[in-house]
């Protein structure tokens, strides 16, 4: 009787604060630095159709809003061209040794995995589509090349 009670109390409570203007958080809305931004800055360009597209961003710095957008856009321009195509190398070490007699026997174990990944892209007529500033002062900015036949491989 007494978990039905706790029960039912409970969901009245559930229900009432759904009435005070308590809702679930929406997970659609693209946040950043506390602020909602546009949604090709969260989703990458992926919702911009007509063409390729790629977002990059640069912190706010002493060297000017100038060079922000070139880091920006370099940024993007990079993402855009892992798109098209992408060398990936990869190489895995693994070194074990033991040393010692008995039960001054000690093991030692090493691993190492290193990946490099090359983008050899001519991106004629890439442009800078939108940009967006946060209010930290971060510049997203959105490059584009809306004829994809403009790349050459």
Known sequence: MKKVLATTALAFSLLGLTGCGVSAPDFNKCMMDGTQAPTWVCDG?????????????????AL???FQRTEATASA????ARQI??????????????????????ADKA???VSKQVASQTLAGSKVVKTWRS?????????????????KQ
């Open 135 to 151: 209010p930290t002062g971060t510049m997203y900015v959105l490059v584009g090349m809306p004829d994809p036949k403009q790349f």
């Open 85 to 106: 195509g992408v060398k990936v190398k990869n190489m895995f070490k693994q070194f074990q040794a033991t040393t010692g007699v008995g039960d001054a026997q000690t």
């Open 45 to 61: 360009g992926a919702e911009t159709e007509g063409g390729l597209f790629a977002v990059g961003s640069a912190e706010k710095s």
């Open 77 to 80: 321009r990079d993402a855009l």
């Open 64 to 66: 000017g809003i100038s």
């Open 111 to 113: 691993t190492q995995n």
